[in-house]
């Protein structure tokens, strides 16, 4: 369903990714694990149209969509759930909501759904977004990427800053955004809570791919856990 | 007197705050002042001599006097945004991403290019618009109000209360809000941030364009450098009411137009133009976010 390959990206002088290719194929829940300054967030990003790719190439549902605007991008169904959240915080839950359904009209039907799963929301949807706790805020980021119906959707560090209990809330979240259909591209630097969550990882390091493989059968990797669990 | 100074300042002040609309909508969108603002609104009177001047060419304003007006203020809107819209994307958008001062200098370029354009095409002397309205009008409490003075208040009000409903109500509008608060994301999200930006550009414009009208209606007299002080007027009327916030533009535009008119009243009217500036260096002192500047907004 996606497939990148050779992707470099470039800040100035500064490459920060090195040549990565990784592979997502339909329905997967596919993880990317690494440590800060990775350079986890800028694929993503490059991903989903934000941040123009020094080279390589970036291919969804067969068509090339390198270098296309963020707002092109979107409209083939391909959502991103951004770092630290960005919802707009001055406008009220619902308006962020009618947002994330930008390019299409947001059907009744969409938000009964979302706030069964997120009925957090439907309590606050009059609410000014910036007011909302960081939990709270996450949802609302998801729930902003789900009204668009994507066919993929990317996490960018959906646990950062939240607390264990909210943690657990999300990942379930997500999982169950998985079952309904919907591919996962997942970037954490929570290792284990994301390795135990996907079917396939990839270990970036440094701007480049250093593992990848099973989730289950990189939880138990030695290097691994050395590195990134803490062993 | 005070009742008469207040109308006048009231009048001012609307014209201000439309001007200041458009200062505050670019600089939420972009954090670019967008100082060519005072030449659009001084195009803005042009089009409305010239588009008035062609309906009497062409007989329309004898027989149809009210109707030749509404049609010169809509020309205006219509040629204004157009221009907006071309400075947007010429001086602006290849700068989009350039460090902030880039687009400042383009908009000083833009500024200048449009004021010698004028005054070379249309000479360096005063336009007249002719005296169409009586200058009767009604007295309330012993002031009186002309005709101009209560179209201003009332076209401008009405403005002001669509502005306000389509930037709080319909999905552009919305759309806008989502970009200046984060433009990345809100690329993200589908919004094509290029389309959002050039409209906020129309809409200024046009706001620029009615005050152009309206003055031109109220002071009778032209000329290609209007626009120079009117722009800094505006832009201190953005920045007293909080630069970025639209109804901190509205109550900036009309505060700083009551200002003006009670000191010319009561201290003195030939330091008229001085007031603006006066009030502008004791914000910056004070309180250089403004009135209405939002608690959280401070952008990392």
């Known amino acids: 369903m996606l497939e990148i390959r050779d992707l470099q990206i470039s800040y100035g002088p ?21 440590s800060n300054g990775a350079g986890k967030t800028s694929t993503l990003m490059s991903i989903a149209g934000a941040v123009k790719p020094f080279s390589g190439r970036i291919i969804f549902n067969g068509e090339d969509i390198t ?98 209990l909210m943690v657990t809330r999300i990942f379930s979240i997500i999982k169950k955004i998985n079952s309904s259909g919907v591919t996962v591209l997942l970037v954490e630097q929570n290792a284990r809570a994301a390795l135990s969550l996907c079917h396939r990882a990839y270990v970036i390091e440094g701007g480049v791919i250093r593992l990848e493989g099973k989730g289950s059968e990189l939880l138990n990797n030695k290097d691994l856990r050395r590195a990134y669990l803490g062993e | 007197m005070f009742l008469q100074q207040f109308i006048q300042g009231l009048t001012l002040g609307y014209v201000y705050a439309l001007m200041a609309l458009g200062y505050t909508m670019v600089y939420g969108i972009l954090q670019l002042i967008n100082f060519a603002h005072g030449e659009i609104y001084m195009l803005g009177a042009y089009m409305t001599v010239i588009s008035f001047g062609f309906f009497t060419g062409a007989g329309l304003t004898k027989t149809h006097l009210f109707l030749s007006l ?179 533009a509205m109550v900036g535009g009309l505060l700083l137009g009551l200002i003006e008119g009670l000191a010319a009243g009561y201290i003195s009217s030939e330091y008229k133009d001085a007031y603006a500036f006066i009030v502008l260096i004791i914000i910056l002192l004070i309180r250089p976010a403004g009135l209405f500047k939002r608690p959280m907004e401070e952008k990392v």
Request: net charge positive.
């Open chain 2, 70 to 248: 509404i049609l010169s203020m809509l020309l205006s809107i219509i040629f204004v945004s157009a221009y907006g819209a071309t400075v947007e994307r010429i001086a602006y958008r290849p700068l989009r991403n350039a460090p902030r001062l880039s687009p400042l200098i383009s908009a000083i370029g833009v500024s200048i290019f449009l004021q010698n354009f004028v005054m070379l095409t249309q000479g360096a002397t005063y336009k007249v618009f002719p005296p169409v309205f009586s200058n009767t009008g009604l007295t309330i409490g012993g002031a009186k109000v002309t005709p101009v003075q209560l179209t201003i208040i009332l076209l401008s009000s009405v403005v002001m209360i669509f502005l306000h409903l389509f930037i709080s109500k319909t999905k552009t509008g919305k759309a806008m809000r989502a970009v200046a608060q984060d433009r990345i994301m809100a690329s993200l999200v589908g919004i094509d941030t290029d389309r959002i930006i050039a409209i906020t550009f129309i809409i200024g414009s046009a706001l620029a364009a009615i005050a152009g009208f309206m003055v031109t209606l109220y002071y009778s007299l032209i000329n290609y450098y209007m626009g120079y002080i009117a722009g800094i007027k505006a832009f201190t009327a953005a920045v007293l009411g909080g630069i970025g916030s639209i109804p901190g």
């Open chain 1, 67 to 164: 270098g296309q605007p963020a707002h092109k991008i979107m409209k083939k169904g391909l959502t991103l759930v951004p770092e630290g959240r960005r919802i707009f915080p001055y406008l009220t839950v619902m308006e962020n909501l009618e947002m994330g359904a930008f390019i299409k009209k947001l059907s009744p039907s969409i938000i009964d759904e979302i706030f069964q799963l997120f009925p957090v929301l439907k309590e606050r949807r009059k609410q000014v977004a910036g007011t909302l706790s960081g939990g709270e805020q996450q949802m609302l980021a998801i729930a902003r990427a789900l009204v668009s119906e994507p066919r993929l959707i990317m996490f960018d560090e959906p646990s950062l800053g939240l607390s264990p």
């Open chain 1, 14 to 34: 500064i490459r920060a990714v090195k040549g990565i290719s990784l592979t997502v194929r339909k329905g997967e829940i596919v993880s990317i694990i690494g």
